[in-house]
């Protein structure tokens, strides 16, 4: 008897506990409040990219509007709230896949922000500008640095959303396949002042596609030809990485090939000994990134250049 008591006792005390335990949970579990923006829709955002500090008009959490019907990918402020552009957003807007963009931001699971025990590491931050028919627009910024949150609202912000990235990545890249390029002849500069910011979209997994490309050492540095851009572009891929020439490799240093895709993107590639680290955009594990290594044939081509 004694011990059926005890178990009796034992098990209502595990009972009120679990029950105490669920209520403090309950009530500290983060939830969507609501939120009406006072931010304009920047007036020309269906053909460029807005100033870097224009306020957003956030969605608030819940869900985006239904009927977006295009995605602009912009600049958002650095982590310390500076204005510096961190990539060159793509000139073109996304028209395809759209509601699958809708989805992931309106399955972001909400979080408290002011007890997240982020570690603020620099990175960019991303705004996606949802469109809609009416001329209006929502937008939403995601933090490459610390936790990597969604901010729907000034205060608002849901977990993860880094396979927003990857999705506007996917579907810009399709989009792309069935379109024609506007072209782009502009070479960037090789030096590290005048040099552009580069493109947030990734490339481990697909051709460059340069238009353009000057090579650039410490001896100096050579454009080159529409021919010597395509044999470039198309030897850009991953292979084994070859045993450095020390006697050209101390020569040339460290190499930077910067180029423009026929989109307009701006792609720069900086290693030793032909071997160049792949573009992975906004990626934060760049620790997985393949390495374009370029063939002995377009190796020869870039040593034969004429530097000035």
Wanted: aromatic content about 6%; overall charge negative; charged content about 20%.
């Amino acid at each position: 008897m004694l011990t059926s008591r005890t178990a009796l006792v034992a098990a209502t005390s595990a009972a009120l506990l679990s029950l105490a335990l669920s209520g403090c949970s309950g009530d500290r579990a983060p939830a969507w409040t609501p939120y009406e923006t006072s931010a304009a829709t920047p007036p020309a955002i269906a053909e460029q990219c807005p100033d870097i500090d224009t306020p957003l008009p956030y969605p608030g959490g819940g869900e985006l509007p239904a009927g977006a019907v295009a995605v602009r990918l912009c600049n958002g402020t650095g982590p310390e709230g500076s204005g510096d552009l961190l990539f060159d957003p793509p000139a073109d807007l996304l028209e395809t896949g759209v509601d699958d963009l809708v989805e992931i931001v309106d399955t972001l699971e909400p979080v408290d922000v002011s007890a997240q025990p982020c570690t603020f590491d620099l990175g960019p931050t991303s705004v996606y500008w949802f469109l809609y028919d009416d001329g209006r627009a929502r937008a939403v910024s995601l933090q490459h640095f610390g936790c990597h949150h969604t901010f729907v609202a000034p205060d608002q912000a849901g977990a993860g959303g880094e396979e927003l990235s990857a999705a506007f990545d996917e579907h810009l890249r399709e989009q792309r396949a069935d379109r024609t390029p506007p072209g782009d002849v502009r070479v960037p500069s090789c030096d590290l002042l005048d040099r552009p910011p580069v493109s947030p979209l990734s490339l481990a997994d697909d051709e460059p596609g340069l238009e353009t490309a000057v090579f650039c050492t410490a001896e100096g540095r050579a454009v080159l030809t529409p021919r010597q851009v395509d044999r470039l572009s198309d030897d850009l891929r991953p292979r084994r990485r070859p045993e450095c020439d020390q006697a050209r490799g101390q020569r040339l240093g460290y190499t930077t090939i910067s180029g423009r895709t026929a989109w307009g993107d701006v792609v720069v590639l900086t290693g030793r000994c032909f071997a160049y680290p792949a573009p992975v955009g906004l990626a934060t594990d760049f620790a997985d990134a393949p390495s374009w290594v370029l063939s002995p044939d377009v190796r020869r081509m870039l040593r034969g250049l004429t530097l000035s």
